[in-house]
């Protein structure tokens, strides 16, 4: 037990323990937000009610709004700003608050996080055991639900696809991707034999994003394992580890053909798959199909500079947008539109200097990294505005960012044994 003795030469007291019991039912507490992250198949979710009391109680606490990610806080309070103004556009106000509101409850969770670990990255081990946890819980509940290994499994699936406990599998399978990278991170950086505990979740996780038969997920997963991969081999200097990497990749790919191999022995989902693998289906290419919408749907708000209003964009054509920086115009107006596509290329420039930078958790941030740049890419497809794991991404890579401003991580200098005194 540590004690600190009064400055005057009192009897020692016995503090430590009680700021050890703090921090631990702090983690406790981050580690359960990072869990509940997964389980979204009804609003309000326990993550809002309980992010919201978080929230509050860490700000209460202490928890400090920092300069260091304050791009962060300005483009989101703008983005807001844009929705708001774009609400009177709307034909159903009560929808088109809530809507706003969900979109600033979770830009609110999204600078939590960012605090969160600007004040200690370290945390970033608790965030990370959390998700990694409720992602393999939620994977798991969705491939039993796909094979109906119980009663009532159905609820788990929708379209004959794998959701798990989120309401669309195209959300459930992207969610799934941040654990798998970070648990084939761990692999590639670390001995293979010691964590060989680890191939029984990732392959729950691989199953999972697969049986999503989500074509973003499948594309999210690969583009982000390969990214990671390829920053793994960069910043390897010893050839021997490097090679091990290479075979570690062979092994990897003959794995993945394999468990597919496995799942496509079941008829349906070979089915499915053989559906779901077309790279253009009926409802992308149609007349007024998902392609054609972008094009229809850009020339329609280059004349409503407050955008369209919440939720308004399906009554002009068949369906949503499905392409989050068109929906950033119909939704929030020029404003907003302009200030998300600002807000995603400021954090992928600011990350990157990051990924090349030794510190205890540059394998975190290069996974964070290689995660939320493919969740760029996948939001020209789909709308990602509302998703919980993409608001964590955008606080966590600004709280990475804030973290090394800050100093935290960095080699402290050394002192010269006999400094030089005039």
């Not at 596509?341 to 394998?363: E, N, S």
Request: proline residues 5%.
């Amino acid at each position: 037990m540590s004690l600190v003795t009064d400055h005057f030469g009192g009897t020692p007291h016995a503090r430590a323990p009680i700021g050890l019991q703090a921090r631990s039912l702090g983690n406790g507490a981050l580690w359960l937000a990072a869990f509940l992250s997964g389980f979204v198949i009804e609003e309000p979710a326990p993550y809002e009610l309980y992010m919201a009391l978080l929230s509050v109680v860490w700000l209460a606490c202490g928890l400090k709004l920092r300069r260091e990610f304050g791009p962060l806080i300005i483009c989101l309070m703008l983005y807001i700003a844009g929705g708001v103004a774009s609400i009177p556009m709307a034909k159903e106000m009560g929808d088109a608050i809530m809507y706003i509101a969900v979109s600033g409850f979770l830009a609110i969770t999204a600078i939590f996080y960012a605090a969160i670990i600007a004040e200690d990255p370290g945390r970033f081990r608790v965030i990370q055991s959390g998700y990694i946890a409720s992602a393999v819980l939620v994977a798991a509940i969705g491939v039993a639900g796909y094979f109906q290994l119980f009663p009532g499994a159905s609820y788990f699936t929708l379209y004959d696809r794998a959701r798990g406990t989120f309401q669309d599998p195209n959300v459930f399978g992207p969610f799934l991707v941040l654990p798998t990278v970070l648990l084939i991170q761990k692999l590639l950086r670390q001995s293979v034999l010691r964590n060989l505990h680890l191939l029984v979740p990732l392959a729950v996780l691989l199953l999972g994003v697969f049986l999503s038969f989500s074509r973003g997920a499948w594309g999210v997963l690969s583009a982000s394992v390969l990214l990671v991969y390829f920053l793994a081999l960069v910043t390897e200097k010893a050839a021997a580890r490097r090679a091990r990497l290479v075979l570690l990749g062979v092994i990897g790919i003959l794995a993945v053909f394999a468990l597919i191999g496995a799942a496509l022995s079941v008829d349906t989902v070979a089915d499915m798959f053989a559906e779901r693998a077309k790279l253009v289906q009926s409802y992308d290419g149609a007349r007024l199909g998902r392609f054609a919408r972008y094009s229809l749907g850009f020339q329609l708000v280059m004349e409503h500079p407050l955008g369209l209003g919440p939720l308004e964009f399906n009554k002009y054509f068949p369906e949503d947008e499905h392409n989050v920086y068109l929906k950033g115009y119909t939704t929030y107006g020029w404003l907003g539109g302009s200030i998300y596509i600002l807000m995603a290329l400021w954090t992928f420039c600011a990350l990157v200097p990051l990924l090349f930078k030794a510190r205890p958790w540059t394998a975190f941030t290069q996974s964070v990294f290689a995660v939320f740049t493919a969740h760029l890419i996948l939001s020209v497809i789909i709308d990602t505005d509302h998703w919980r794991h993409m608001y964590m991404l955008y606080g966590l890579a600004w709280g990475l960012i804030a973290a090394e401003k800050l100093g935290h991580g960095r080699p402290a200098r050394p002192v010269p044994a006999f400094p030089y005194r005039k």
